[in-house]
């Protein structure tokens, strides 16, 4: 696991999903097998490996990569580094035979993306991208909804991605510095538009074409270690997307914005027959029958509470960490050989996306979205 003292290595990666897997016995294989991941922590600087090895029980770990690829022992490469830094190390891996199992973007560029597949596919190793919101409860509920016909024909769907992340001035910033640098691989674009990728088409259908505007709304912020530094990436970006079955999807996504709403992340839903707003955990829904009849008058308050004609969906089954789900699916494909459809060509297309984006925003113009193979 290499990247793995990380924000989302240490916390989502390794605490989240493979101790977790690790503390309940491994995973039940189809041959009655318990499958038990026994992981190499892979970084730059041993003491912070000594650490996070020892607060878990003394896992194994190693600063140095090249003598883990070549250990037969280590049948699985992750990759959880800072982006720019992750092409290199996953050829590293492939030229190793190992299966691939990565943060995304899996690199900076759509071609970079594109030739990572296909030199995977070349190899005929296995390959695998985060793509965690997929199993987020509030996305699980939001889809038992479309699947059961709830919304009728859906028209229209708003994304309201972030919050606030302080400059560092007066508070320290809660994400790390390179998030704020293009030439680091940071910018909101490439960090969030992967996501809303798989998101939109998962859920919704097929993006045919996008137009986008991002900002660099705060120029200076101080990094980690106290120092100012030039934002060179966006912090903000605001996207339209037209799908091929005629939804329209908007996504805002910012860490230049307070939250004044349900959850960090928030989608509305908005069909002929019901409306339902997801967030990470809940979605809460309005049928026809529940839609109240506004008139507008600024004159007088509001004689109808809106957030009153909203239904909470229940909780129906436990939900694990989107992470875990994700991890467990990935050990049961390269152990049993199960479908794992999140391999580098969905990797690559979460890339596309941003570049896409990217260029909207530069052009000033709708940009359409090529067919990747
Ligand atoms: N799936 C998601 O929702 C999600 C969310 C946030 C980030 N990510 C992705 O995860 C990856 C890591 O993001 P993070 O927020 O954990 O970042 P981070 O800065 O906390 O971690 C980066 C890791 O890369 C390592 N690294 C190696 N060489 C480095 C160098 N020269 N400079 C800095 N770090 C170096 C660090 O030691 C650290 O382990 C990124 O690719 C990011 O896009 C995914």
């Known amino acids: 696991m290499n990247g793995v003292t990380g924000r989302m290595g240490t916390n989502q990666h390794l605490e989240r999903s493979i101790v977790e897997i690790r503390n309940q016995g491994g995973i039940v294989l189809k041959s009655g097998d318990r499958l038990i991941p026994d992981p190499l922590l892979v970084g730059r600087d041993t003491k912070k490996l000594e650490s996070l090895s020892a607060r878990f029980g003394g896992l194994r770990y190693s600063t140095d990569l090249d003598a883990a690829l070549s250990d037969p022992y280590n049948e699985i490469y992750f990759d959880s580094q800072l982006t720019s830094l992750r092409p290199a190390s996953v050829r590293k891996a492939i030229a190793a035979k190992k299966s691939i199992y990565c943060e995304k973007p899996t690199a900076t560029s759509t071609a970079e993306a594109l030739a990572l597949y296909h030199e995977a596919k070349a190899s005929k190793i296995r390959n695998g991208v985060v793509q965690d919101k997929l199993w987020l409860p509030g996305l699980l509920k939001l889809k038992y909804l479309i699947d059961t016909g709830f919304f009728g ?164 089954d436990p939900f694990e960490n989107a992470f875990k789900v994700q991890w467990e699916k990935f050990l049961r494909h390269i152990a049993q050989g199960d479908p794992f459809p999140w391999d580098f060509l969905a990797g690559a297309k979460g890339v596309q996306l941003a570049e896409l984006a990217m260029q909207s925003w530069r052009e000033r113009r709708w940009v359409d979205v090529p067919r990747l193979e």
């Not at 994400?175 to 088409?201: A, Q, T």
């Not at 506004?294 to 308050?301: G, K, R, V, Y």
């Open 153 to 316: 024909r859906i028209l229209s769907v708003r994304g309201e991605f972030g919050y606030w992340v302080f400059d560092g001035f007066a508070q320290a910033a809660q994400r790390p510095s390179w998030n704020y640098r293009k030439e680091d691989g940071g910018g909101i674009i490439l960090d969030m538009f992967c996501h809303w990728r798989y998101v939109i088409e998962s859920l919704f259908g097929d993006i045919k074409a996008l137009s986008v505007i991002g900002a660099t709304h705060i120029p200076e912020r101080v990094g980690e270690k106290g120092t100012i530094y030039t934002c060179t990436a966006e912090d903000a970006a605001y996207g339209t997307f037209e799908l091929h079955n005629g939804i329209i999807c908007q996504f805002n996504s910012s860490w230049c914005v307070r939250v004044r709403r349900d959850d960090l992340f928030v989608m509305q839903v908005d069909g002929t027959n019901g409306s339902a707003i997801a967030g990470l955990r809940e979605c809460w829904i309005q049928s026809d029958a529940m839609t109240p009849k506004p008139l507008w008058n600024p004159d007088i308050d509001s004689v109808i509470n809106h957030f009153e004609m909203w239904a909470k969906m229940p909780t129906r």
